[in-house]
């Protein structure tokens, strides 16, 4: 489970159409900046904004364990981002997106 959390880096909302998610501005806005993490020089500002970020919230949030547990994701993430190994990430990723695309089928 912690893989695939770290992986995409944000479910999917299982309440929602699969067209509410795609074009979700939360959504879109965090897997922009996944891809961007790929790219060395830009994934290390990406890996030290997503680790401000989500410690900002898990700071703000501390009791909530759905968003402990994902923003401890996105710390995990944005680590190897800002050692420039984002490409790592990129198998992962797309494990992750092809299982869930064809889950929904």
């Not at 965090?30 to 060395?40: H, T």
Request: hydrophobic share 50%; glycine share 6%; proline share 5%.
């Amino acid at each position: 489970m912690f893989i695939t959390e770290l992986a995409l880096g944000h479910p999917m909302d299982a309440d929602s159409s699969l067209a509410e998610n795609l074009i979700d501005p939360i959504n879109i806005s965090i897997s922009c900046a996944n891809i961007f993490g790929y790219l060395p020089v830009i994934g290390t500002i990406i890996g030290i904004a997503r680790i401000i970020m989500f410690t900002k919230i898990l700071e703000e949030n501390p009791d909530v364990a759905i968003r402990k547990r994902l923003c401890i994701c996105h710390i995990t993430r944005g680590c190897i981002e800002l050692i420039a190994c984002g490409l790592l990430l990129l198998i992962p990723d797309l494990i992750f997106t092809i299982g869930r695309a064809l889950s929904l089928e």
